[in-house]
């Protein structure tokens, strides 16, 4: 069974820096691309970063020099570190599995999602 957990949300104040990390069972990350989107309040969730299994990475214009995806494959981990966090940063943050093991920013290409974990940046 595939299931993405996500960890290493909270509320932070703008400037601060988070961690996000994902974990899955069995080591059921590698051979894969693994993806991280978020949903904010009314929105809809969009791209953030994605890592290939070979390491490539792509991340959204708006995280750009602030974000950065990396990932530990002996551990099936996936990690999200944010910098210099702004309140518009703040939404749920999932993790996901990508069907292949290439970086994709559709989230359609996505097989198995985490259940979120809320990131709340104060001004």
């Known amino acids: 069974q595939v299931q993405p957990v996500e960890s290493g949300g909270g509320l932070v104040q703008a400037g601060s820096s988070l961690r996000l990390s994902c974990i899955a069972a069995?080591?059921?990350?590698?051979?894969?691309?693994v993806g991280w989107f978020r949903q904010a309040p009314g929105s809809e969730r969009e791209f953030v970063a994605s890592?290939?299994?070979?390491?490539?990475?792509v991340l959204a214009d708006s995280v750009k020099g602030r974000f950065t995806i990396s990932r530990e494959n002996a551990e099936s981990t996936v990690y999200l570190q944010m910098n210099s966090l702004k309140p518009e940063d703040t939404a749920v943050y999932y993790c996901?599995?990508?069907?292949?093991?290439?970086?994709?920013?559709?989230?359609?290409?996505?097989?198995?999602w985490g259940q979120g974990t809320h990131v709340i940046v104060a001004s």
């Open positions: 069995g080591r059921s990350f590698i051979g894969y691309a």
């Open positions: 890592i290939s299994w070979g390491g490539e990475t």
């Open positions: 996901a599995r990508a069907t292949g093991g290439l970086t994709t920013t559709e989230a359609q290409r996505y097989g198995y």
